[in-house]
């Protein structure tokens, strides 16, 4: 394991989200922290919001993988930014079905800090 993860979660309705505050280790790396609970359905929004007091370093990258290693992101978690929050739809992203979730990123640089929202229709 690398780094630390805070996982939260929260349904409105039909959408579940997601919530994995996380602050990364010495290398710049998050990796070993599975969701406690399995989700079912389409990624329909990815969010990431950068810490204002420790941001990450520029172009660091998320994958957020199923329990098969398939990244349901689909890629678009690359080359995020340290300043802005940025956001990704649901046409570039794929689906989970009964898996649990695992936030792994580089890149970040030395204990830095951000939150990364995953809604699930």
């Known amino acids: 394991m690398a780094g630390a993860v ?5 349904t409105f309705g039909t959408v ?7 602050t990364s280790s010495t290398g710049g790396l998050v990796s070993g922290f599975p969701t406690t609970n399995a989700y079912n359905g389409a ?4 969010v990431t ?7 990450p370093d520029l172009n660091y990258d998320i994958v957020l993988n199923d329990l098969d290693g398939t990244d349901v992101l ?17 046409s570039n992203l794929g689906f989970v ?4 979730l695992e936030l792994q990123i ?7 800090q951000g939150t990364a929202y995953v809604y699930i229709r």
């Open 6 to 10: 805070t996982i939260g979660e929260e």
């Open 16 to 22: 579940k989200k997601v919530t994995l505050a996380w």
């Open 43 to 46: 990624i329909s929004r990815f």
């Open 49 to 55: 919001v950068p810490s204002t007091s420790a941001a």
């Open 74 to 90: 689909m890629g678009a978690g690359a080359n995020r930014s340290n300043t802005a929050t940025e956001q990704v739809l649901a």
């Open 97 to 100: 079905a009964n898996d649990k």
């Open 106 to 112: 580089s890149g970040a640089g030395d204990t830095k």
